[in-house]
Each structure stands twice: as structure tokens, then as C-alpha cells.
């Protein structure tokens, strides 16, 4: 019923993306909806508060009535910067309902860049927590236009008003503002981490294909509880019926996330479903792994953000029942789910392919998506031609369309023309990776195409080289770099070990890989290979390699 009232919504070309959590709301009042830990007792156990289905719909209702008063409306850019909690999903799908567009950005990226990002939305309103309202106050230029303020906790010397002011009054049903399905329903910046953040605008089209998409690509029923470790993720949890355990961690250091934290989340709420980065997912297995523990309540896992390594997804599988299944689908902040592949073809199939050099195969193309791959170009392509297309085979940039796929950055007229292709039937994004499709029609990622070097004897890819040597046992992982100008680039392998050795073992680990380098087709050229205390790594997911800073610090180290 929920799906045919979406459809209809959008052959009449209207849709709000709350109408979601309403119809949730109906179906299951008195179900958890948002779970959060919200303190401890004198022995250690943790105590939850929660809003059910029925009452984050009513309070969410309460508070659209209180921002729509002090001029939150339809189309007002808001600054959202709330720590994930009941009162960040509250705030979200109240500002869906009254129309206005959030604006979200990672604020883990560093205030410069945060300050940029923002500013770059010319934001008119602004809600967040105490600590994000100095930072407006500091710098007020990046804020010029926001005459609508509001707080989550205590207000100091500004004013607006706070949250408790807005979810105080007594409830009555909102009608949420009637929205064209192309309409903008909020604005997400990217990572950055191959380049400035971009935002990416996200229509209430794009919305409701992806939760349709997730629902399809993960098979979920709304009986199922969910942990959610990145919060935006977390939002697609009432839409789709599922209860959301929010989890007692940093959502900015997954890599540094207490284990224990996670498994008592899981345990005492039976969580059947957990979204993880790869970050995450290796520290949490090697612990489970570490104490004998197993995690039978576990359904599915889905990990995204970056590659993930054969050795990850076998360590977590053996931690659950044979039914239970990890995913890992392939997308971006742009377009999302782009395709998906299961641990079960993983490990019985790609796997050993993807140590021979094949790169990390992603699956089929997701629920809606249209995929192809096309000859690798640095400039902008204007229209789509089929000339643009390369033999199934070939690698290639991979570009896709699809209701997922956002249309467009805001404000960013360079960032749409380096990334979309315009066509007859709309538009084609240009993922940026690089990858072939084989003969069963799914996906292997090859790479950034910023990342790959491009050497005298032709392209190398970052993916299938540094395959090579993540298959060294002391490896943590790699990271493929060039030094030097482009069609001259000397090739260097950028190494983090799992401990640190003595001089002598780092001697003859280095003699190790530069053997397995010169044994490989695909590496014989690399034969520079530089040892690195820790990566440099995205924010969002702690996964994602700055390999550009990798490749100014190999130049420095090279020349020296």
C-alpha cells in the first residue's frame, strides 16, 4: 500500500519525502522508532530513551508548526548541525514536512572547510547544537544571511529559539507542504577526499528511490532493528520501517570505536541489521574474533564508503549465522546504490579473482540504476554519444542513470559540467572510478581515475596493483601513487604495516614485496616502495585513502 501511494504521488508529480514516516506511523504507532543511549547507571548499564513510530510523526509535527512560526518554510536553506539523536531525526523530517532544504555537512572535515562548505550554500537558517552556534557566531561572514536561528541544548547569548521551545506546544496533524517530486529536499556535501566538497542536491525523487532501492537491494522488513553507524544512513530507518539503535560511539572515528559499545548495542536490543564502515567492521571482527564471540541475531551486514577487503568480510561472516549475509554496495554521496554484490559471491567467487589483479568486483548494477562504462577522459563531456562506450571488458569510466542520481551541485556550474552528461532521456553522472563490466554483466572497481598513474609504459591502476601486495600477510593495506609529471610518472607503493617491526623484519618484508611486485604482470613496474606510519583518511568513513597527500609525502621522501 506504502509503495502504490508513493507511485501515485509521483505520476501526480508531487511527493514529500515525510509522507514516508507518516504512513510508518499509521501502520506501526506504537513500535521504537529511534532508540539513543542516554546515560548510565551506577553499575554500568546503560539506559535508552525512544520515540516510537506515533510520537516522532506527532513531535515532528509539534516542531514544523514551531519552525514554520519563526519563517522555516518551504525552500529555506537550514544549516542543520545536531549530533545524531531522537532530536537530529526529529529536526530532519520536520524540516521535510514544512519543505525547507537541510543543509548537511561532515563536522569532522575541519572548521576551514566546514566553514566553506557552508557558506557556500548561503544558508538563511540555522539550527544546531550550542558549540555550532559559537562557530556561526566567530564567523559571521559565512552566515550573513541567516536571520533564523534555533538551539538543541542551551542557549547562550543569541537568540531564536531552542528545541524545547519548538516541541513544547501541544500536537495537532501537520500537513506537510505539498512538493514537486523534483523539487529540492535537501543538500549533501561530499567527503572531499578526492577533491573540494562538493553539495550534492537531493530531490524527494532521489529520496524515495532510494529507499525503494535499499528495500529491493537488501530485502528489509519492517520487523527488523537496525543499528546504523553513520548517521545519515540512519535517516532511511523510519522510512522503511525499521527501528534505529542509535550507537554509543564517534561517528566521525569508526576506526576508533569501542567494540565493546557495539556489541552491547546489539545484544541488548537484538539488532538484526547493522550499517558499518569497512573501518569499523575490521575493528569490531578482529575483536569478536579476538574473544570467540559470535553474533547470531545478525541478519545482514552493509558496509560501505570504501573498498572492502576479502580477509574483512570473511572474518565478519564467520561471526554469523550461515543465513546472514554482508553487503557491499558501490556508490557515492551523488548516486546511491549504484550496485551491490553479497559476501556469499564474494567469498565463493570474486575474491580469488580479485587477488590475481581483476580489482573488487561490486556486483550487479542496483534496483532503477543504468550503468556503462566509457573511455577514460579528463575534460568535461558535454552530450552523450555512443562512441563514448568501451567493449564490455575494457576498463573505463563508469557513468549512471538512474532516479538515485542526484542532478546536479549546487551552485557549482564547473562541478556539473566535469560531472554530467547531458542526453536525450536527461542525464549521465560520471562516478570519477574506473572499472570494466564482464560477460555476467557485473562491475569491477579498478579505482579513482584521479589516482591512476600514468607511466611511460602505459596506465596503472590503483586497486588491482595494490591487490598485490595487501596479500603480504604483515600489510595492513596499500596505496598505489605517482611522483612526477603525468606520462612520466614513476610509480611508488606506499605501505602500512600492521605492527611495527624491528629493522630487520622491515628489511625483509620490503624484499618480500618487491619480489611479489616483480613476480606480477600488473606491478613489475613498481619498484618503489615507501613504508608509512598511518594513512591519511577520510572523516566519513575513516576508509577512504588521501592519496594525494600520499603522493606529496612520496615526492618528498623520493627526492630525498
Request: net charge neutral; glycine share 8%.
Given at each position: ?23 510508518m ?14 546515560c548510565r ?59 525547507a532544504?537541510?543543509?548537511?555537512v ?8 566546514l566553514?566553506?562548505c ?65 523539487d ?26 532510494q ?23 540512519a ?19 569508526p ?6 559499545r ?17 573501518a ?34 570473511a572474518?565478519f ?20 546504490p ?48 555512443d562512441?563514448?562506450?568501451v ?5 573505463g ?26 542526453d ?7 562516478m ?18 584521479s ?16 591487490t ?17 609529471l ?14 611495527k ?18 613476480a ?21 568513513h ?18 630525498a
Amino acid at each position: 500500500m506504502m509503495i502504490e501511494l508513493v507511485e501515485k504521488s509521483r505520476n501526480e508529480g508531487e511527493i514529500n519525502i515525510a509522507s514516508y514516516l507518516t504512513q510508518m506511523a499509521q501502520k506501526h504507532p506504537d513500535k521504537r522508532a529511534v532508540v539513543f543511549p542516554f546515560c548510565r547507571d551506577r553499575c554500568g548499564r546503560v539506559a535508552y530513551s525512544h520515540l516510537t513510530f506515533q510520537q516522532l510523526d506527532r513531535e515532528s509535527d509539534t516542531v514544523a508548526f514551531g519552525l514554520e512560526e519563526m519563517g522555516i518554510q518551504r525552500g529555506v536553506r537550514t544549516v542543520l548541525m545536531v549530533k545524531p539523536g531522537i532530536e537530529f531525526f526529529v529536526l530532519t523530517f520536520a524540516l521535510f514536512k514544512v519543505g525547507a532544504i537541510p543543509v548537511v555537512v561532515d563536522p569532522g572535515m575541519g572548521i576551514a572547510r566546514l566553514l566553506r562548505c557552508l557558506g557556500e550554500t548561503e544558508p538563511e537558517a540555522f539550527i544546531g547544537i550550542s558549540l555550532a552556534h559559537v562557530i556561526r557566531v566567530l564567523f559571521p561572514k559565512y552566515f550573513k544571511n541567516v536571520d533564523r536561528v534555533a538551539t538543541v541544548g542551551r542557549k547562550w547569548f543569541w537568540g531564536g529559539e531552542t528545541y524545547k521551545s519548538l516541541s513544547s506546544r501541544p500536537w495537532q496533524p501537520y500537513m506537510p507542504a505539498g512538493i514537486h517530486a523534483d523539487d529540492t529536499a535537501a543538500i549533501l556535501f561530499t567527503t572531499g577526499s578526492t577533491g573540494p566538497a562538493k553539495g550534492a542536491v537531493y530531490t524527494h525523487r532521489n529520496f524515495a528511490a532510494q529507499i525503494e532501492s535499499i528495500r529491493a537491494c537488501f530485502t528489509i522488513g519492517e520487523d527488523e532493528i537496525d543499528l546504523p553507524t553513520f548517521p545519515l544512513f540512519a535517516l532511511f530507518d523510519p522510512a522503511l520501517g525499521m527501528t534505529a539503535i542509535i550507537p554509543d560511539m564517534d561517528p566521525t572515528r569508526p576506526a576508533k570505536v569501542n567494540p565493546d559499545r557495539i556489541l552491547e548495542a546489539i545484544e541488548n536490543h537484538g539488532v538484526t541489521s547493522i550499517f558499518a564502515s569497512p573501518a569499523l567492521l575490521n575493528r569490531v571482527g578482529r575483536h569478536c574474533e579476538e574473544h570467540q564471540l559470535q553474533l547470531p541475531s545478525l541478519r545482514r551486514v552493509v558496509s560501505a564508503g570504501a573498498p572492502v577487503s576479502s580477509d574483512n568480510i570473511a572474518r565478519f561472516a564467520a561471526l554469523l549465522k550461515d543465513s546472514a549475509e554482508i553487503y557491499t554496495p558501490y556508490g557515492a554521496t551523488e548516486a546511491m546504490p549504484v550496485a551491490v554484490i553479497g559476501s556469499y559471491e564474494i567469498l565463493m567467487d570474486t575474491a580469488m579473482l580479485s587477488e590475481k589483479g581483476f580489482g573488487i568486483c561490486v556486483g550487479l548494477p542496483a534496483h532503477g540504476i543504468q550503468l556503462k562504462i566509457i573511455r577514460i577522459l579528463d575534460l568535461p563531456i558535454e552530450t552523450w554519444t555512443d562512441e563514448l562506450e568501451v567493449p564490455d571488458g575494457d576498463i573505463g569510466e563508469i557513468v549512471v542513470q538512474g532516479d538515485v542520481v542526484t542532478r546536479a551541485y549546487f551552485q557549482n556550474p564547473q562541478a556539473d559540467a566535469d560531472g554530467k552528461i547531458r542526453d536525450a532521456d536527461g542525464f549521465w553522472h560520471r562516478m570519477g572510478d574506473l572499472g570494466w563490466k564482464d560477460k555476467a554483466g557485473r562491475i569491477w572497481f579498478c579505482g579513482r581515475k584521479s589516482h591512476r598513474v600514468e607511466t611511460q609504459e602505459g596506465p596503472l591502476y590503483t586497486i588491482p596493483c595494490e591487490t598485490v601486495f595487501n596479500r603480504h600477510p604483515s600489510v595492513f593495506r596499500s596505496a598505489l601513487v605517482g611522483v612526477g609529471l603525468v606520462g612520466d610518472q614513476t610509480p611508488v607503493i606506499c605501505i602500512e604495516l600492521m605492527h611495527k617491526p624491528s629493522r630487520r623484519e622491515l628489511t625483509a618484508i620490503k624484499e618480500e614485496l618487491l619480489q611479489a611486485s616483480k613476480a606480477h604482470v600488473l606491478t613489475r613496474q613498481i619498484e618503489t616502495i615507501l613504508f608509512h606510519k598511518g594513512f591519511p583518511v577520510d572523516i566519513r568513513h575513516n576508509a577512504k585513502i588521501f592519496r594525494e597527500k600520499l603522493a606529496e609525502w612520496a615526492a618528498r621522501k623520493v627526492k630525498a
